[in-house]
């Protein structure tokens, strides 16, 4: 069975940073579809970023150039290194992950159907 456990979340103040990271078992990561999304109080679930191995990575157009999505297969835990935070990322961010998406296209949550539990990220202005 395959498990995701998200961890890394926390309160920091607006321009700083935080490395989330999700530990998959029971699945090797590098070899399926990984994705990061999140959801703020009162909004929908939005994509953040996906990986496919080392093939490529997809950004949602307002996280480029502050989020990086990475994975060390060695410990099969995929990451997600954010930077330059805003108040405007306070939300529960979530790993998830599917057998069947190619990671083609855009981040939606609809194709993916592994989840973790979720981690609280919340920034203070």
Do not use: H
Not at 7 to 30: E, H, K, M, N
Not at 33 to 59: H, N
Not at 88 to 107: K, L, N, P, Q, V
């Amino acid at each position: 069975q395959v498990q995701l456990v998200e961890s890394g979340g926390g309160s920091v103040q607006a321009g700083g940073s935080l490395r989330l990271s999700c530990a998959v078992s029971g699945y090797r990561a590098d070899r399926y579809c990984m994705a990061w999304f999140r959801q703020a109080p009162g909004k929908e679930r939005e994509g953040v970023a996906m990986i496919l191995s080392d093939i490529s990575t997809t950004y949602a157009d307002s996280m480029k150039g502050r989020f990086t999505i990475s994975q060390d297969n060695a410990k099969n835990t995929l990451y997600l290194q954010m930077n330059n935070l805003k108040p405007e990322d306070t939300a529960i961010y979530y790993c998830a992950t599917d057998r069947s998406y190619e990671c083609s296209g855009i981040i939606v949550d609809a194709a993916f159907g592994i989840w973790g539990q979720g981690t609280q990220v919340t920034v203070s202005s």
